[in-house]
């Protein structure tokens, strides 16, 4: 496992109300959100960065209204939705 570290002024930290711990979790589900939303990386890798499982990161990604579903065309998502 790599280890970042990145800084942030304490008076950031006091006008948010945050702790560094909390911080420390709140920006690395935002990494991994940007990360999926942007098809960089699988959803089962960003799970990973937002140190979640599979299911608990699509709760997560629902809550923020992204969907885990991607459709070229509305033909292709009617074709999914009949061999479903």
């Known amino acids: ?25 709140y920006m690395k589900c ?3 959100v940007d990360l999926y939303k942007n ?16 299911e608990d990161f699509i709760k997560y990604l629902s809550k923020n209204e992204i969907s885990i579903f991607s459709f070229e065309s509305e033909k292709e998502f009617l074709e999914e939705l009949a061999n479903a």
Do not use: Q, T
């Open 1 to 25: 496992m790599c280890v970042v570290s990145i800084s942030v002024p304490e008076e950031i930290l006091l006008d948010l109300h945050e702790n560094e711990e909390d911080f420390a979790i």
């Open 30 to 32: 935002m990494l991994a």
């Open 39 to 54: 098809k960089k990386v699988s959803l089962g890798y960003c799970a990973s960065i937002a140190d979640m499982s599979k």
